[in-house]
């Protein structure tokens, strides 16, 4: 997922750039700050012994299937509807 937001975030040029990845009715939401070239969740270090490059179970904390993640998806659509106005797109 990274790869893909440094590959367009030079392109698209947001004030901030989302992303979600799904695995099921979970949600793990990304947001790349252009301003300070900040993306959160933040990456996971390598261990140079261990296989540890395993996102962690939290990281999808959103329930599509709740009214707290629908109330979730709807204000990132609503940002980004807001800045492509702004950008007049």
């Known amino acids: 997922m990274r790869v893909q937001f440094y590959d367009l975030v030079d392109t698209v040029q947001l004030p901030v750039l989302h992303s979600l990845s799904a695995l099921g009715s979970r949600l793990c939401l990304y947001s790349y700050n252009y301003a300070n070239a900040t993306l959160s969740p933040r990456r996971i270090p390598l261990d140079p012994d261990q296989m540890n490059d395993v996102a962690l179970v939290g990281w999808w904390s959103v329930d599509l299937l709740s009214e707290e993640g ?6 990132v659509v609503n940002e980004v509807k807001a800045m492509v106005v702004q950008r007049r797109w």
């Open 70 to 75: 629908v109330a979730m998806l709807t204000k």
